[in-house]
């Protein structure tokens, strides 16, 4: 039987959503009284685990997953050894540099040498500073990092943004952005070369689902 | 204070040994019985001599510090063989086949914690013959090591590196590189958003899900634009996969018809080390598949090492020992305990001491192995009955002053004949 890892959060309903147009309905988890981290399709056909959005791609490296949905953001900060097939088009956004907007900051260059930079996205943050030789303090925060420039504590920050509301109202602005995400599609290598369960008549179908969407 | 191994590290007690040695022992059998040889090879290795073949990147290598010259532990066998090979065994005749059991080490970057940096490997290198015979050969060890393990659930992903890259030269130079990461990585949604014309782009989506059934590969292979070194190659690997099946149709111990083979020309390495056929074995067990050794030919490697650097082809393969030893202890089909002793040989008097080693010796000297071990004093009757009892141990040999010994048997309410420590 075929595993998906779902993550929890923003990209969980589009993801139900999906795996329910080829035939697997976890919609279970989307029940506010379910407490359950592991569930059945109706039909038996396929298990699913809701996780943490971070550790989808460690259930499916390892292979306790044969599938699994992420956003392209953590591909990146996390770099796991998975397949990645299918770009899935939705939960968009964009991993961003911010900062105050009553600082004198407009661009990524005129931050202070030295400065620091507050993010859950450490190793993304760490990488772009370095391919600009710009030596900055990445300060590694796990939510709310919006308050790293509030509080005077970072100058900028390295944060995901979809609509720039938080940003707005948290009085911050965009400098510059660092790469466009999606969610994708992502597989155990070992398991899609093994075509275990059928997997790619399973991947296939989601690719044309997605597809048809668009 | 408290002295802890180094992280990543593992001592083996007497069990784990006693199952590693069931494990080594079938496979020595198998590689005996083709004809291979063992090789013990330096654990310590010159940095340069284990990065030659361009395979084993320097922050792989668990290095050493050494005034002289840079020193790392192997990890892997196949570069160590190769420099032997070439060197002090030049004068011998071809082909050379050898076989290993050895401890390897890696260095794993990043963030994993305490991972395992030492492992046990088993495998051998037919060297000096080229041609799809030394490949069905080095595949046919393969196949009876896993039967001989009694592994029933296994298959073996084969991919053709020569044919691969061969594939791969009709992508523009610039960006061939990514292409070739991106097959390699299964990494479909790079490939879908490459600067490539509409038919390359379908060149290389068809490569990246170009496995399966042999026939059906081969037939999708053979479909696409080939020049005559690709159709030789192709042919080569038709001839290697019609050879397995035809053995296995003639040869009656086999429990399946067919080899277990899943074809995949996208198996590619992000480096040029292979030259023919590659391969993985796999465990498939339960949907958790798990890779338990591999191997390739590498035509190439000897005459890195060899000092007129003439060309001696070579093929081979590791099984990586952990990995079988988990896919087997999940089967119940490892030792569950170490094996009991037969005998205790307990000297009664301090005058009995000479005595009772030498009837001990007596009941060692037995064409089977018997185990005979001496109590060592400090306990009364009833204590070493008991022991004996908790040790399994089979039968008492009470030895008098006069030499004499009484033999006992252990009346355990529950004698097995192994022993939990």
């Given amino acids: 039987m075929i595993t998906v890892a779902l993550p929890k959060g923003a990209l969980l309903i589009d993801s139900i959503r999906l795996l329910q147009t080829v035939g697997l309905d976890f919609s279970t988890f989307l029940d506010s009284s379910n407490r359950l981290l592991q569930i059945y399709d109706p039909s038996h056909t396929a298990k699913a685990l809701l996780v943490r959005a971070q550790d989808v791609p460690v259930y499916v490296e390892y292979g306790q997953a044969?599938?699994?949905?992420?956003?392209?953001?953590?591909?990146?900060?996390?770099?796991?050894?998975?397949?990645?097939?299918?770009?899935?088009?939705f939960g968009r956004?964009?991993?961003?540099?911010?900062?105050?907007n009553t600082s004198p900051y407009r661009s990524v260059l005129e931050l202070p040498p030295h400065g620091r930079v507050a993010s859950k996205f450490v190793y993304c943050a760490r990488e772009y500073f370095n391919s600009l030789d710009?030596?900055?303090?990445?300060?590694?925060?796990?939510?709310s990092v919006e308050l790293g420039p509030i509080t005077g504590m970072s100058e900028a920050i390295v944060d995901l943004v979809s609509t720039g509301r938080t940003l707005r109202d948290n009085g911050l602005i965009e400098i510059e952005t660092l790469f466009e995400s999606t969610a994708r599609l992502i597989a155990h290598p070992l398991s899609y070369r093994l075509n275990t369960g059928n997997l790619s008549n399973l991947v296939e179908q989601v690719r044309s689902s997605s597809l048809s969407v668009v | 204070m408290v002295?802890?191994?180094p992280a990543g590290a593992r001592d083996l007690l007497p069990l784990d040994v006693a199952q590693k040695c069931w494990i080594e022992e079938r496979l020595q059998q198998v590689?005996?019985?083709?004809?291979?040889?063992?090789?013990?090879?330096?654990?310590?290795?010159?940095l340069d001599t284990l990065m030659a073949g361009g395979a084993i990147q320097r922050s792989a290598v668990i290095q050493l510090q050494d005034a002289q010259e840079e020193l790392g532990l192997r990890p892997e066998l196949t570069a160590s063989i190769a420099r032997t090979a070439v060197t002090r065994m030049a004068g011998s005749t071809y082909p050379q086949r050898l076989y290993y059991h050895a401890n390897v080490f890696s260095r794993t970057k990043g963030s994993s914690l305490n991972r395992q940096q030492e492992f046990y490997q088993s495998g051998i290198e037919l060297l000096g013959s080229s041609g799809f015979l030394a490949d069905a050969e080095v595949l046919l060890v393969l196949a009876e090591c896993l039967n001989q393990l009694g592994l029933s659930d296994w298959c073996l992903v084969l991919g053709e590196a020569g044919i691969a890259r061969s594939l791969l030269s009709t992508f523009p130079e610039a960006i061939q590189d990514q292409v070739r990461q991106a097959i390699a990585h299964l990494d479909r949604v790079t490939i879908d958003t490459l600067p490539l014309s509409p038919e390359l782009q379908e060149r290389a989506r068809i490569m990246l899900d170009l496995r399966g059934r042999p026939t059906d590969v081969l037939q999708q292979v053979g479909s696409l634009e080939l020049d005559f070194p690709q159709k030789e190659a192709l042919n080569h690997l038709k001839s290697l996969i019609l050879l397995l099946d035809e053995y296995y149709s003639v040869s009656a111990s086999k429990s399946t018809a067919k080899f277990p083979l899943i074809l995949d020309l996208s198996l590619l390495q992000t480096i040029d080390y292979y030259t023919g056929i590659v391969f993985e074995v796999v465990s498939n067990t339960n949907m958790q598949p798990q890779i338990l050794g591999r191997g390739g030919r590498y035509d190439q490697l000897l005459e890195l090492y060899h000092p007129q650097r003439v060309k001696i082809p070579g093929?081979?393969?590791?099984?990586?020992?952990?990995?079988?030893?988990?896919v087997l202890l999940a089967n119940n089909q490892l030792p569950q305990a170490i094996p009991a002793?037969?005998?205790?040989?307990?000297?009664?008097?301090?005058?009995?001491?000479?005595?009772?080693?030498?009837?001990?010796?007596?009941?060692?000297?037995?064409?089977?192995?018997?185990r005979v071990e001496i109590d060592l004093g400090g306990r009364d009757p009833l204590e070493i009955r008991e022991y004996a009892r908790r040790r399994c141990i089979q039968q008492i040999a009470w030895i008098k002053t006069t030499g004499s010994p009484i033999i006992e048997p252990v009346t355990a309410e529950h004698v097995a004949p192994y022993i939990d420590i």
């Fill in chain 1, 66 to 89: 044969q599938l699994g949905i992420v956003g392209y953001d953590v591909l990146r900060e996390k770099k796991p050894q998975v397949a990645h097939l299918v770009d899935l088009q």
């Fill in chain 1, 93 to 100: 956004c964009r991993l961003s540099i911010a900062v105050k």
């Fill in chain 1, 134 to 143: 710009l030596p900055v303090e990445v300060v590694p925060l796990y939510g």
């Fill in chain 2, 3 to 5: 002295y802890q191994p």
């Fill in chain 2, 31 to 46: 590689f005996d019985r083709w004809g291979y040889h063992r090789i013990i090879t330096s654990t310590l290795e010159r």
């Fill in chain 2, 315 to 326: 093929i081979g393969f590791m099984l990586n020992i952990e990995d079988l030893h988990q």
């Fill in chain 2, 341 to 370: 002793n037969n005998w205790l040989v307990v000297p009664q008097t301090p005058q009995a001491y000479a005595a009772a080693f030498s009837y001990a010796e007596k009941l060692r000297n037995s064409v089977h192995l018997v």
